[in-house]
């Protein structure tokens, strides 16, 4: 029998968002000694609201700043989603976060490619809101 | 607790302090800065364990008593959110205390903040938003199935404060505009009571704030005194555990 398949059906072109992110999720525990770690979790929800605006169809992803000596604290920095196309990743950040980038509201921050998620991901992890939540909580554990 | 608060934290405690009857103490959030907690106890018996930015929920562990639950919350105006987004809302908030309820291992949970919804309204009704109920009785089933899917209850007792056959003030909050549907006074400011804490909830305790004792929060017509107090009233609650 021919196989019709391509080749290379099965090797995905692009590296979806979401991995990207867990790659940079693992190594903000080496930079804490194991205090301060970050997780993400997959929504049940396949909506996404940002402001007054619902994006259906979407895969849901909620980012977490997590400390396991303080009770397994964790906080919800920033939650994303994007469709089946991975482009565009919508973002529903803070207000904090969202001043100190300059959004407008009902404008969500957007990333339309993969060099502008990993662009956004990083200003993302430099705000004072996630060096705020990082540093009070090693604060905590002195 | 507080979900609107503008002023520091430390004025409020020096002020709270100088009466020598009770000791008070702040219990910062770690990443949340809409909700201020000020204690009678040490704050490390009150210690978060999920927030987020409106939310922060704390495992309370008093010495000798049981131990519970506290979520307090601040969802968005009105003004900013659809009754959907609210809605919507509501399913992630009971997604994320049955998560905290996991990791802790019990259910004893009291949701308390400015809901910014009534306690009729969708989010705070359905099975799969908060699921709070205005009767004892049905709470204390404990859950409920929905599409195979089952769904714990909390106790609304906010239920029993609407109108003015109440003994405070018709709602926690009032609005006035000149369209067809208006409810003037709602009660967006809720504590909701799982059914594990139902027995240990007086509901004669319960009340609506009309004043600290010397400063009133209403106006002379009864409506709260936006300009000098708050456009909410506060709400009273008690748990002997």
């Known amino acids: 029998m021919v196989d019709l398949w391509p080749n290379d059906i099965a090797a995905p072109k692009k590296k979806a968002p979401v991995t990207i992110l867990k790659d940079q999720a693992s190594l903000l525990g080496n930079k804490t000694q194991g205090l301060v770690l970050a997780d993400i979790k997959k929504s049940d929800a396949d909506s996404f609201y940002v402001g007054k605006k619902l994006y259906k169809k979407q895969f849901v992803y909620k980012f977490y700043i997590v400390s396991p000596a303080l009770e397994n604290y964790r906080y919800n920095l920033f939650s994303m989603a994007n469709g089946i196309d991975l482009y565009p990743v919508l973002f529903s950040v803070d207000e904090d976060i969202g001043q100190e980038l300059g959004l407008e509201e009902d404008k969500p921050l957007t990333a339309n490619s993969e060099s502008e998620f990993i662009e956004t991901i990083k200003k993302l992890f430099a705000s004072k809101k996630t060096i705020k939540v990082v540093h009070s909580i090693l604060s905590q554990l002195e | ?241």
Not at chain 2, 80 to 108: F, M
């Open chain 2, 1 to 241: 607790m507080f979900a609107e608060f503008s002023i520091e934290p430390s004025h409020l405690l020096i002020c709270l302090n100088s009466n020598n009857k009770y000791h008070y103490f702040y219990s910062p959030t770690i990443g949340c800065e809409k909700i201020h907690i000020f204690t009678r106890f040490k704050i490390d018996f009150i210690q978060p364990i999920y927030e987020s930015e409106r939310l922060t929920i704390r495992h309370l562990t008093l010495p000798g008593l049981l131990d519970i639950i506290l979520a307090i919350n601040h969802f968005p105006s009105k003004l900013y959110w659809e009754p959907a987004s609210q809605s919507l809302e509501c399913v992630a908030l009971a997604d994320t205390i049955k998560y905290v309820e996991n990791q802790v291992g019990h259910s004893r949970t009291v949701l308390v903040g400015d809901l910014n919804m009534n306690p009729f309204e969708d989010g705070v009704v359905g099975a799969s938003g908060l699921h709070a109920v205005m009767s004892r009785t049905i709470a204390k089933k404990g859950s409920r199935i929905v599409q195979s899917k089952q769904y714990p209850f909390f106790y609304n007792p906010m239920w029993n404060f609407f109108g003015d056959a109440t003994p405070g003030p018709p709602g926690t909050y009032y609005y006035d505009r000149s369209e067809h549907k208006v409810y003037f006074w709602n009660i967006f400011d809720q504590v909701l009571i799982r059914p594990e804490l139902i027995d240990f909830f007086d509901n004669d305790e319960m009340k609506i704030i009309e004043s600290d004792g010397e400063i009133s929060f209403v106006t002379h017509h009864g409506f709260p005194d936006v300009n000098n107090i708050s456009d909410h009233l506060p709400i009273f609650f008690k748990l002997n555990l």
